[in-house]
């Protein structure tokens, strides 16, 4: 690295922290902030009882609580609230530091698209991908959501980044492959589409020999899930795995989370990617990639095919989890800044004339959605659900348990109710509790001791 690409990510990673790192305190009231507090709670946990203790898994009781009634969460792969809990034994337990990890992950991965660009193409293409993915209302809201998308993002681009200095001959890239690879199975399931989208950039580009370590790597770690998965909870399945997993794949029947049709779907896809990436930027990308796939050279096309298959096949791999949460599209924001970067420095061969266009593109892109991305930084969804678990929190002694209801309000605010009260949080009443909280549906609610 050279003192240009070293002065342009120290740039690109300061303005990624200033951009998307507004709000870092605000408590988790907006869409899809239930993330936060679900992670959040589990980070607290590998704080309260270590890492040992936990087994490293993810376990999702609130208060005191003692090993043998631990309740697991193994539907995704634990890295994001272990690192989250490194964040609480540095910064304390508070909404700032759970949403610290993402945050930096957002800014390494703006960091990774410039040299993916640089190393593909040249230092404008870089620079030009980096700003156009900063702008838009996915990076600025999501960027710092406390989700797996963020983690995944950013170590899959490095896999893409190595396969990229692989191609070109470079050193580096075996040790990005195999580091971006490792952390992205430790993130959650995109690992899977990550190893594909690698063998199909790489595969005459290197020994077959080599390929197959990047798959034994990858079954490898999917395995130590299961096993892990198997030690903690006595089955390989265990809590709730294989229901959950229908669910999220399902579009229909009574698996479904949410029964859609194919059609709905796709409308779905388009909706979340109109509003999260914009219009603007969706047309240069596409732009790009016909110029690209036209007149590009092969290497090149390959490394944005295999950015496409990642970010396109996870969430269609799992279209009831995409239907609901728009934020499962995240990962095709490599490839959609990197195509429109492309399109708009094709256009002109005048320098002054590029860079202009190119920050006009990056100004429709940032005003385009205004109105949608205020609207999500405004949001106070569970807000009541936050105001609660707060007053539990300082009126209820620890150790002590609280009976929520209506049944319906505590089961879907559980994660806030959770992390807010640091309490065991009772759903039903034939469960022993001390407190009990009934929510009125105006929006009041009394917490008053259980009647004797």
């Known amino acids: 690295m050279n003192f240009k690409n070293f002065l342009i990510s120290v740039v690109l990673f300061i ?187 790489l595969f005459k580009e290197i020994k077959k020999v080599k390929l197959l370590n990047i798959w034994l790597l990858g079954i490898s770690l999917v395995g130590l899930h299961f096993l892990h998965t198997l030690v903690v909870t006595g089955s390989a399945f265990g809590g709730g795995f ?50 690209l796939f036209r007149k590009g050279r092969k290497d090149t096309k390959k490394v944005f095919l295999g950015l496409l298959i990642w970010g396109g096949l996870y969430p269609l791999s799992l279209p009831n989890a995409a239907f609901i949460h728009n934020y499962f599209i995240y990962g095709l924001i490599g490839f959609i800044s990197l195509s429109a970067s492309f399109a708009a420095l094709s256009l002109f061969k005048n320098r002054f004339y590029t860079v202009a266009f190119l920050i006009l593109l990056t100004a429709a892109v940032w005003f385009e959605r205004g109105a949608f991305l205020l609207a999500l930084e405004n949001g106070r969804v569970d807000s009541l659900a936050v105001e609660i678990g707060k007053e539990i929190n300082n009126k209820v002694p620890f150790g002590e348990s609280v009976l929520v209801k209506p049944y319906e309000f505590a089961a879907s605010r559980l994660p806030h109710l959770s992390f807010y009260s640091d309490k065991k949080i009772v759903l039903t009443a034939n469960s022993g509790y001390n407190w009990e909280v009934e929510v009125k549906n105006n929006g009041s609610y009394s917490l008053l001791p259980r009647e004797r």
């Open 15 to 201: 303005l990624a922290i200033l951009v998307v790192g507004r709000n870092l305190k605000k408590p988790f009231i907006g869409l899809h902030d239930w993330n936060g507090a679900r992670y959040g709670n589990i980070a607290r946990n590998y704080v309260r009882y270590g890492f040992f203790t936990t087994r490293f898994a993810q376990v999702e009781n609130s208060g005191e609580a003692v090993p043998s009634d631990f309740r697991y969460y193994t539907h995704w792969q634990p890295l994001l609230p272990i690192l989250i809990s490194v964040s609480y034994r540095f910064f304390g337990i508070n909404e700032w530091a759970t949403r610290l990890i993402p945050l930096l992950a957002t800014a390494g991965a703006i960091v990774t698209l410039y040299f993916i660009g640089r190393t593909m193409f040249d230092w404008r293409v870089g620079v030009g991908a980096s700003i156009l993915a900063l702008a838009t209302p996915m990076i600025r809201y999501f960027g710092k959501n406390p989700v797996h998308e963020p983690l995944a993002l950013f170590f899959a681009l490095l896999a893409f980044l190595g396969a990229s200095l692989v191609i070109k001959k470079k050193k580096g890239g075996w040790f990005l492959i195999y580091l971006g690879t490792t952390l992205t199975f430790l993130t959650n399931w995109s690992g899977v589409f990550l190893v594909l989208a690698l063998t199909v950039v």
């Open 242 to 291: 294989l229901e959950a997993a229908l669910q999220r794949t399902s579009m229909g029947g009574t698996a479904a989370l949410t029964p859609f049709g194919f059609f709905e779907f796709l409308d779905r896809l388009r909706l979340w990617s109109f509003s999260l990436f914009t219009v603007s930027l969706l047309l240069f990308s596409f732009l790009g990639s016909v110029l």
